[in-house]
DNA sequence: TCCTGTGTTGACGTTTACGTCAGGGGCGGG
DNA sequence: CCCGCCCCTGACGTAAACGTCAACACAGGA
């Protein structure tokens, strides 16, 4: 116990992290995060042998964490993750560039709507509940914005 | 061609389909209907052996497909379903239904946040490409809204 | 010196969500 | 009566995304 308590903290340190520090921190395996590296989505410093992830590492794997949250596959988030290294960079193929994120922002506005879709009629659903529960049992709102016309539930739109 | 243009009709008709017409108009395959069936997200008529979907089966498998696009897994789907199925009815249990359906509101307002995140992002990329592309060369907006602060790319907030 | 803990690379197992035959039935047409 | 077309039910194949296990290396402590 005289210096730190990790147990293998990469060289002069420096926010750097050990894989399963850095999996750990967000909640993921250090085999998903690995497989993630095979997949070409990260590519940590090594030391030796041994994987040591940096701010920018940390910040790419979130951006996948994000992804995969958002239900992409590991590819597409490959394509996407290179949009901001293309932008980061030079801005070389500019074009591409841009179709490349146009296309995903359509995709991200349609996600979007079906959601928006959906809250509302979870919000509807909510609401029906509460009534039938009489209200006063200790039930409040979860936090849902409005909730537009109480239509009949079911009908997806 | 006396009668009508499909090969097997169902019986008087009424704008029920079978399983390729109705896979067609979803853009899905039959096997993939057939598969959703076996996992318990639809349970359309039969005559006989064949299936038969209606209005609600067709709704039903829209909602399949939204929550498909908003990456949950045919289980969660079919628990999602179940809300609908749940409020539908006479509403009983409906605390667990309640609690389902906030569960389910907490994860779409992350996924949102997420997608709100990631739409804002794309955005300063696609202005900055655009910027680079001198402007003029036939360069139109894609229809995202607003850029609120032209910070530096790559950040995942 | 040996043990423990953490790291590494394969390699195989598993789950999900279908794709792809194989095998068989029913029905209208030529 | 046979053909072609659509339907059905298995059953096996597959791609993605890891989980799990084996075998090995290295570093620090009792």
């Given at each position: 116990m005289s210096d730190a308590g990790e147990p293998a903290a990469p060289t002069g340190d420096g926010g750097e992290l050990t894989i399963s520090q850095l999996a750990a921190a967000l909640e993921v395996t250090p085999r998903a995060i690995r497989f993630y590296e095979s997949a070409g989505l990260i590519q940590p410093r090594r030391i030796g042998t041994?994987?040591?992830?940096?701010?920018?590492?940390?910040?790419?794997?979130?951006?996948?964490?994000?992804?995969?949250?958002?239900?992409f596959s590991l590819a597409e988030?490959?394509?996407w993750l290179e949009c901001y290294a293309l932008a980061d960079g030079?801005?070389?193929?500019?074009?591409?560039?841009?179709?490349?994120?146009?296309?995903?922002?359509?995709?991200?506005?349609?996600?979007?709507?079906d959601i928006e879709l959906t809250l509302e009629e979870l919000g509807r659903i909510e609401q029906e509940a509460i009534r039938h529960l009489g209200a006063g049992t200790g039930v409040r709102r979860s936090g849902a914005g409005a909730v537009p016309a109480p239509r009949c539930v079911g009908g997806p739109g």
């Open positions: 041994m994987r040591v992830y940096g701010h920018r590492d940390r910040a790419r794997l979130l951006l996948v964490l994000r992804g995969k949250r958002l239900g988030i490959r394509e030079q801005i070389r193929q500019t074009r591409l560039l841009l179709e490349r994120v146009r296309s995903r922002i359509r995709e991200l506005e349609r996600q979007r709507r």
